[in-house]
């Protein structure tokens, strides 16, 4: 059974950082596109980060460049978000999705976790 297991959601102030994981299990993960979304209240989801299988790209959202940094590490099976100069409007919902990189494409997400930035 695949699950991929978000967690590191905080309450902020802004300027402040946080560092989300998500760690994934009950698949080979360094087959994998791993990214982050989030999801604001009253808002439609949003892609934030995507990183390929072996890390040698990343891709962010045009509102998070220079500050929030993808990575992995396929040894533990987890993806890092690592945001930085947080401001309140990336007050969200983050989840982790993944993505199989080779035929029988499949996906996953997980359950999420809550980033708050507030005075």
């Known amino acids: 059974q695949v699950q991929l297991v978000e967690s590191g959601g905080d309450l902020v102030q802004p300027g402040g950082s946080l560092r989300l994981s998500c760690a994934a299990s009950?698949?080979?993960?360094?087959?994998?596109?791993m990214s982050w979304y989030r999801q604001a209240p009253g808002k439609e989801r949003e892609l934030v980060a995507t990183?390929?299988?072996?890390?040698?790209?990343?891709n962010y959202a045009d509102s998070v460049k220079d500050r929030f940094t993808i990575s992995r590490d396929n040894a533990k099976n987890t993806a890092y978000l690592q945001m930085n100069s947080l401001k309140n409007e990336d007050t969200a919902v983050y989840y982790c999705?993944?993505?199989?990189?080779?035929?029988?494409?499949?996906?996953?997400w997980g359950q999420g976790t809550q980033v708050t930035v507030s005075s």
């Open positions: 999705k993944a993505v199989r990189a080779i035929k029988p494409i499949d996906h996953y």
């Open positions: 009950g698949l080979i993960f360094r087959i994998y596109h």
């Open positions: 990183i390929a299988p072996m890390g040698l790209t990343t």
